[in-house]
C-alpha cells in the first residue's frame, strides 16, 4: 500500500510537468523546423546557448504558473484564468482557440508530411491519424489526456537520447 501511495504522489507531482512539456515542445518545437531556423542557425555555440535560455525561461513559466495555481488553488483551467485575468479572461480564450487551430494546423500538415516523406502514402493519411488519434483522446477524457502525455514525454526522452547516439557515433569531434 506504501508503494503505491508513494508511485501516486510521485506521478501526481511529475504529470503536470510532462503534460506542460508535451504541449510546448508538440506545439512550439515539433516540426524541427523552429529548432533549424531559431538555434542551429546561429552554429553549434549560438544553438546551444540559444536553446539553453529558452530552457530557462520556459522553466520559469513554468514554475511561475504552478505556483501561481497552488497559491490561489486554482487547479483548473477555467478558475485559474477567471483569477489571472478577471472579466478580460474571454479575449484570451478567443486568441487561445485562434492559436490553437493555427497550431493543430501546423501539426496535422507536419503529420501529413511526414507519412508521405516516410511512405510515399498520401499526406490524408498522416491527417487522418492525427485526426483520429486526437478524437480518441479528448473523448476518453482528461486521464487519457494525460497518460499518453506523459507515454509521449518517455518517447520523446528515449529519441533525444538514440538521436545524440548516432549524432555523436556518426560525426564525433566534427560537430
Known amino acids: 500500500m ?3 501511495k508513494k508511485h501516486s504522489k510521485i506521478f501526481r507531482l511529475l504529470v503536470p510537468a510532462f503534460v506542460f512539456q508535451s504541449v510546448v515542445i508538440g506545439g512550439g ?4 523546423a523552429e529548432i533549424n531556423q531559431y538555434f ?3 552554429g553549434l555555440a549560438g544553438g546551444l546557448l540559444g536553446m539553453a535560455v529558452t530552457v530557462i525561461i520556459w522553466a520559469a513559466v513554468c514554475a511561475v504558473t504552478f505556483e501561481f495555481s497552488r497559491t490561489f488553488k486554482t487547479y483548473d483551467y477555467k478558475r485559474m484564468m477567471d483569477k489571472l485575468l478577471g472579466k478580460a479572461g474571454f479575449l484570451y480564450e478567443i ?5 490553437l487551430l493555427i497550431v493543430l494546423g501546423v501539426v496535422t500538415a507536419t503529420a501529413g508530411s511526414m507519412v508521405t516523406a516516410l511512405t510515399g502514402a498520401s499526406s490524408w493519411i498522416g491527417v487522418i491519424i492525427l485526426a483520429a488519434g486526437t478524437i480518441l483522446l479528448v473523448l476518453k477524457g482528461t ?4 497518460k499518453a502525455l506523459t507515454f509521449w514525454s518517455y518517447v520523446l526522452y528515449a529519441v533525444y537520447v538514440v538521436f545524440m547516439i548516432i549524432v555523436f557515433t556518426k560525426f564525433g569531434g566534427n560537430l
Open 95 to 99: 486568441c487561445y482557440v485562434v492559436l
Open 40 to 42: 542551429l542557425s546561429r
Open 143 to 146: 486521464d487519457a489526456i494525460e
Open 2 to 4: 506504501e508503494k503505491t
Open 29 to 32: 518545437y515539433g516540426t524541427g
